[in-house]
């Protein structure tokens, strides 16, 4: 008699060693529309590194073995250093060598900034957790440009494509990364209840030169060589100020790391409480002006939010596709049973629109001579994150359940899915959380002719579906209308839809825009995914989707 239980059958292969850039359609047509002359090569090549099994492992590795803090060495000195598994060293070497931090803000070419954002985009389907230094690198570059001493010395290692994670004078040093420092315990998001306080300690080749003392509730990545810190100068001044790790005299700042957050997911991201005890920063910007500095600032970190949840949305759709072509049930696959089919085309809908909406706004930072996109920006960067990071958490779920069980197992971080399921929320709550981004439009609306651009915006689309010609007719009244704190995140769902719908009929196909307007405007949807009517094209929609 045979010792074997049974066989092991019916369980689908992972998705691996496939190129993520190739397969994704939405992705390629948005670049065409946003950005027609840019050359996508180094996008292909970037999918078919973080497609590989290598690449997944590493992501796995990097979340499974978390950072670890060394306040004191064992002699007693205080040196507060976090430490990393290889991988993710080896994963933020392949960022920067993509030029997803400060890159583009010294890149020629057409597009930079659409460019990065693609390749933010696919490199968040791998591992978004170690992009949260990458991101604050991007968005600190042309802050720091106010203080031209620390940017001439500075600026060049931030664009720099290599990577190099020691701490040493940064003289020593052809790359950095930096972080910010913003968020106290007292206030959140609310910045302007900071209490740290900057005393004047001179000033010499990098300008007027403080003394900081106070704490941050939340500094992400402190491994970084730098941060910019909100503190208050003399006069109650909420200032921005550079606070590097390493002194140029070879001393380690009197910036000490208490301990490292215990979050839901983002696991391979160090983010962490910190004291300064009269730490030395250099200002940056006017006295009093720090306040608009980290709007500016987190404007472009709201970007990458809705960039990394539409890539997290994209890399969670790929593996239920997949998943479904392989797994039987009931005599068929997944993938051709009606209600998974409903289910599955109803995310492909969310994700593409994610993808078409999240690269409008990059392409805004692109052409921002241009009045008309400067606008845009300031409207649709709130609207981008709140929509988007919104929808991700429910969208993950849904592409859980098309894996059942297997979707839900960790498996010592072998569950992709589970891991996406983890870090989906992240995007919605930093940088600014949902009603702080539904204020946030209301204020754009305010100071911009937000209604003349959105008609701008949609007018390509005019005559292209009912439901759509309704929503942009309605909209100028409906920003009057709901020009309340109450009804901020009413009018930024409005918003985003009709946005989203306008994109996709100049970059998707009929089936995709059709379907997406009879549901999300046409009221022909329910309140879950997979709702969709019965006269949607599945076929068409999910064969657009399929990753490989």
């Not at 999300?520 to 309140?527: M, P, S, V």
Request: proline share 6%; hydrophobic share 45%; glycine share 8%.
């Amino acid at each position: 008699m045979s010792a074997l239980t049974h066989e092991v059958f019916n369980q689908p292969q992972p998705l691996v060693d496939y190129n993520l850039f190739e397969g994704h359609r939405a992705l390629q047509a948005a670049l065409k529309l946003n950005a027609p002359q840019l050359d996508t090569a180094e996008l292909s090549s970037l999918g078919a590194l973080l497609g590989s099994r290598a690449m997944q492992t590493h992501a796995r590795l990097a979340n499974v073995h978390t950072p670890q803090l060394r306040s004191h060495d064992r002699y007693g000195h205080r040196i507060d250093e976090v430490e990393f598994h290889p991988s993710y060293h080896v994963l933020m070497a392949a960022a920067t060598k993509a030029g997803l931090h400060g890159t583009p803000w010294t890149q020629r070419g057409p597009s930079p900034h659409v460019l990065r954002a693609a390749g933010f985009m696919l490199f968040t389907e791998l591992e978004p957790s170690i992009l949260c230094p990458i991101s604050m690198t991007y968005a600190v570059t042309p802050a720091l440009r106010r203080n031209e001493a620390v940017y001439a010395d500075w600026g060049p290692g931030l664009a720099s494509r290599g990577y190099d994670p020691v701490l040493k004078p940064w003289r020593d040093k052809s790359s950095f990364t930096m972080g910010m420092g913003m968020t106290e315990k007292q206030g959140g998001s609310d910045v302007r209840a900071n209490t740290s306080d900057a005393v004047p300690d001179g000033e010499d080749n990098w300008g007027p030169r403080f003394r900081i003392t106070g704490h941050k509730w939340f500094l992400s990545a402190p491994m970084c060589d730098a941060f910019l810190v909100l503190a208050r100068a003399p006069g109650n001044q909420l200032s921005c100020f550079f606070v590097p790790r390493m002194l140029p005299d070879g001393e380690r700042n009197a910036m000490h790391i208490l301990r490292l957050k215990d979050k839901l997911g983002n696991k391979a991201n160090a983010s962490s409480e910190v004291e300064f005890h009269g730490a030395i920063g250099w200002l940056v910007g006017e006295p009093g002006r720090g306040v608009p500095q980290i709007l500016e600032m987190g404007t472009m970190t709201r970007m990458d939010c809705g960039l990394g949840t539409s890539g997290l949305m994209r890399q969670a759709l790929s593996i239920a596709l997949d998943h479904t072509a392989q797994r039987e049930a009931f005599g068929r696959r997944l993938i051709e049973q009606p209600a998974m089919r409903n289910v599955l085309a109803d995310l492909a809908l969310e994700s593409e629109a994610a993808t078409a909406l999240a690269l409008r706004v990059a392409r805004a930072f692109d052409r921002q001579s241009d009045d008309f996109e400067r606008v845009i920006a300031r409207v649709l960067t709130p609207i981008a994150k709140f929509w988007i990071c919104k929808r991700g958490s429910h969208f993950g779920q849904e592409a859980m359940e098309c894996l059942g069980g297997n979707g839900y197992v960790e498996e010592n971080g072998e569950g992709i899915m589970a891991r996406i399921y983890r870090e989906l929320p992240v995007n919605s709550i930093w940088e600014g959380a949902g009603n702080i981004m539904a204020l946030d439009l209301l204020r754009a609306t305010r100071k911009a002719d937000a209604g003349a651009a959105l008609a701008q915006e949609l007018a390509p689309a005019r005559g292209a579906h009912p439901a759509l010609d309704r929503a942009a007719a309605a909209l100028p009244g409906r920003i009057e209308q709901l020009a309340t704190e109450g009804d901020a995140r009413r009018l930024a769902q409005e918003v985003a839809l009709a946005v989203q719908a306008a994109l996709l009929y100049q970059s998707a196909p009929a089936p995709v825009f059709d379907a997406f307007c009879a549901s999300r405007l046409g009221g022909d949807w329910g309140h879950v995914f997979g709702t969709l009517p019965a006269a949607t094209d599945f076929d068409a929609i999910i064969a657009r989707a399929m990753p490989r």
